[in-house]
């Protein structure tokens, strides 16, 4: 009897591994394209003409091997799958966690744990919504809010007049949003490092904190040039 909850409680053990692994690869999947998307993104400073050829340089790369758009798609399956694995692996594990602990802290004192990491379901909810909501603004339905009309096939366009300043409030959701996108990619890249092994002595620790505030502030505060430069008129259509 002993010897069969030994056996189950070591398979638990390392299917929680895999799973934090399953979370930390998809993570760091993610974090790739979202620093691929802010430096893409930045394109918008160099004006109309050249921020659409980037756009449409997107659809065409790869071709004649690929089909036109085909590089778009083989991204956007990539990063449906990573999507998968990493909220899939988040429930179970918060399940997992929940049944350890069936009754809660009678007096829950956050000690040593910082804000990054007590957001991070809340906070990854979050820009779950955030992306639902930003994928049929800019990509599925291409929601041009300044008259409500749809199919908006100028990327420029589309981008920038979205954060004019008679739609402030964008801006604003857009800004909420990277703050909770910098407090999850803070934790969630010290986390990862802590999966794989790169926290384990005190320096290490200090260092893997660092780069999870580089990789926040880069990516967040990166994002957040283009809605704010569109609000004060710098970039304009
Ligand atoms: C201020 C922040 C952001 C702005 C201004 C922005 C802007 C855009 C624009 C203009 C497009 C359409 C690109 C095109 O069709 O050529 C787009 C697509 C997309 N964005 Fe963002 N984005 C932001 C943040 C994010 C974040 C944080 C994520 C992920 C968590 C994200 C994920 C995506 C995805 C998956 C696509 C679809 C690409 C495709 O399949 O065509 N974006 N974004």
Redesign the pocket.
């Known amino acids: 009897m002993a010897t069969t909850e030994l056996v189950k409680g070591v398979r638990a053990t390392h299917s929680t591994i895999a799973l934090k692994l399953a979370m930390a690869i998809s993570g760091i999947v993610?974090i790739l394209?979202?620093l691929a998307?802010?430096y893409g993104?930045l394109k918008a400073f160099a004006g109309h003409d050249a921020y659409n050829e980037y756009?449409e340089h997107?659809r065409t790369l790869g071709t004649p091997m690929l089909p036109y758009a085909g590089f778009?798609w083989i991204?956007?399956v990539g990063?449906l799958v990573a999507l998968i694995v990493h909220v899939v692996s988040a429930v179970v594990l918060w399940k997992r966690a929940a049944a350890a602990r069936p009754v809660k802290y009678a007096v829950k004192k956050n000690v040593a744990s910082s804000i990054s990491s007590r957001t991070m379901r809340w906070g990854g909810l979050t820009?779950l919504l955030?992306?639902i909501w930003?994928?049929l603004q800019?990509?599925i339905v291409k929601i041009d809010i300044t008259d409500g009309s749809t199919g908006n096939q100028d990327?420029y366009n589309?981008?920038v007049g979205a954060f004019a300043d008679q739609s402030w409030w964008m801006t604003v959701i857009?800004l909420l949003?990277?703050v909770a996108?910098g407090l999850h990619l803070h934790h969630g890249t010290f986390s990862s490092l802590q999966t794989l092994g790169y926290t384990n002595t005190a320096t290490s620790r200090a260092r893997a904190r660092i780069a999870g505030w580089i990789v926040a502030i880069v990516i967040a505060g990166g994002?957040?040039l283009?809605?704010l430069f569109a609000l004060f008129g710098v970039i304009s259509k």
């Open positions: 993610f394209f979202v998307h802010m993104n756009a997107l778009l991204l956007r990063l820009i955030f992306l930003h994928l800019f990509t990327p589309l981008l857009y949003a990277m996108l994002f957040s283009v809605p």
